[in-house]
């Protein structure tokens, strides 16, 4: 007559021999399907290039039109604001300034103010606004050019009484956006795409 096995003795050989159970090589099963390893995922497409800004033809405060694509082969830092925002980037346009005067960026770099005069586009208050933008112009040593009609800012969606400040790369993507004023960390990041888009091909 067999002796029962322990049953005790039973669950430890058990509990011993499950490790190496799992760790072994699966045994195929003849006439089995083979399941093939699944194929690898397909790479993510490539991000689509930054848009490029719609041109402008706009009066500046040098007698002359400018258009933006007399700036292209240069990274252009572009300022817009109407009479309700031109104090919200007040700090940013004085570091701008200072770096100007620090560093002869002129050939690889333009700054491009823009005010927008609609609301005085009319006479004679034209003249006067005419005037005080060309003083403003000639106390920060650059040309300031002059919306008269609001035509940039409905080409480029912009808010009144909001400041926007806007990088485009020298071939004239736009690589940097931003309505408001510009607090600490969105500051970081303008002067450094400024930095990536000088670096880049010129």
């Given at each position: 007559?067999?002796?029962?096995?322990?049953?005790?003795?039973?669950?430890?050989?058990?509990?011993?021999?499950?490790?190496?159970?799992?760790?072994?090589?699966?045994?195929?099963?003849?006439?089995?399907?083979?399941?093939?390893?699944?194929?690898?995922?397909?790479?993510?497409?490539?991000?689509?290039?930054?848009?490029?800004?719609?041109?402008?033809?706009?009066?500046?405060?040098?007698?002359?039109?400018?258009?933006?694509?007399?700036?292209?082969?240069?990274?252009?830092?572009?300022?817009?604001?109407?009479?309700?925002?031109?104090?919200q980037n007040n700090e940013?346009?004085?570091?701008?300034?200072?770096?100007?005067?620090?560093?002869?960026?002129?050939?690889?770099?333009?700054?491009?103010?823009?005010?927008?005069?609609?609301?005085?586009?009319?006479?004679?208050?034209?003249?006067?606004?005419?005037?005080?933008?060309?003083?403003?112009?000639?106390?920060?040593?650059?040309?300031?050019?002059?919306?008269?009609?609001?035509?940039?800012?409905?080409?480029?969606?912009?808010?009144?009484?909001?400041?926007?400040?806007?990088?485009?790369?020298?071939?004239?993507?736009?690589?940097?956006?931003?309505?408001?004023?510009?607090?600490?960390?969105?500051?970081?990041?303008?002067?450094?795409?400024?930095?990536?888009?000088?670096?880049?091909?010129?």
């Amino acid at each position: 007559m067999e002796r029962p096995l322990n049953t005790r003795l039973w669950w430890t050989l058990a509990l011993a021999l499950a490790p190496l159970a799992t760790q072994a090589d699966p045994v195929p099963v003849e006439g089995a399907p083979q399941v093939a390893p699944a194929p690898p995922a397909p790479a993510p497409p490539p991000a689509p290039p930054p848009p490029m800004a719609p041109d402008f033809a706009l009066e500046g405060t040098s007698g002359q039109t400018r258009r933006l694509r007399d700036y292209r082969g240069r990274v252009v830092i572009l300022i817009y604001e109407d009479r309700d925002s031109n104090q919200q980037n007040n700090e940013l346009k004085r570091e701008l300034a200072e770096r100007a005067r620090s560093q002869d960026l002129s050939r690889d770099v333009a700054v491009v103010p823009v005010a927008n005069l609609s609301s005085y586009s009319f006479w004679p208050a034209s003249g006067f606004a005419r005037d005080a933008v060309i003083d403003i112009a000639r106390e920060q040593g650059m040309e300031i050019l002059i919306d008269w009609s609001s035509s940039m800012s409905g080409a480029y969606r912009f808010r009144p009484s909001t400041s926007y400040v806007m990088v485009l790369g020298r071939d004239g993507r736009v690589l940097f956006r931003h309505a408001g004023m510009l607090p600490p960390r969105a500051r970081m990041r303008f002067f450094s795409v400024i930095g990536e888009a000088m670096a880049g091909p010129g």
